[in-house]
């Protein structure tokens, strides 16, 4: 039984298990402009993330790099010349000044069930929307999201994504990395590690004067920090 089918298959009412941050869904790095942030995590680490398409409603496109085991790192930015209304743009896009990372996301099998049992132990991650995304080859990826429009304790706290469509761009993403570790920084730590245990996400999280979330990757050029 995969980790995801540990997670939902809990008796009803029972607490929520504990999803490890090494069982991540995909992590978010956000840039004003998506070829040069290929460009440059290509330098750190070796490996050139693949186009992956333009969102539903066109204000953004993104990259992929498969980390291994299921999960992702999204290079996310505006699409160039596109007009978004204010507030429209996800992830801060909007008033982003340096490009790194905002966010990442848990996968469920039962988004309403998740959310419900985070609402009950006093964390709300938001309303459930759908989305999608068409994939430069033709086709189309589609998801149900609960996600703040602005990310829980700066994007430390993950959202929760469920798969409606195959296959998982963690299979069709470039290849050549993969996830060896998250953790966070924030300067109220024990505030985080709240919204966390009621989300029943876990993950390292110490005192420092910025929030801010720090991957740790095994790449061609060796072992990698991306924040």
Partial sequence: ???????????????????????????????????????????????????????????????????????YLEIIAPVPGVE????ALPFGLGTLSTARLVAWAVAV????????????????????VTGGRDLPGGGHLSWRLAVKPEPGADGLVPFLIQWTSEPHPSATATKGCRFLSLRAEHPEPQSVVAMLEALAVELAVTAADEPRLIATLDTPNGRVELS
Avoid at 38 to 47: A, R
Avoid at 84 to 87: D, V
């Fill in 1 to 71: 039984m995969s980790w995801r089918e540990l997670v939902n298959a809990r008796p009803r009412g029972a607490a929520p298990a504990i999803i490890c941050a090494t069982m991540l869904d995909h992590l978010v790095y956000a840039a004003s402009e998506l070829e040069q942030a290929i460009q440059s995590i290509e330098s750190k680490i070796g490996v050139r993330a693949a186009p992956g398409g333009k969102h539903a409603g066109g204000l953004t496109h993104n990259a992929l790099l498969s980390l291994g085991d299921g999960s």
């Fill in 84 to 87: 978004a209304p204010a507030g």
């Fill in 109 to 128: 099998d039962n988004v309403e069930r998740r959310v419900a049992a985070a609402r009950a132990a006093g964390y709300d991650p938001w309303e459930i």
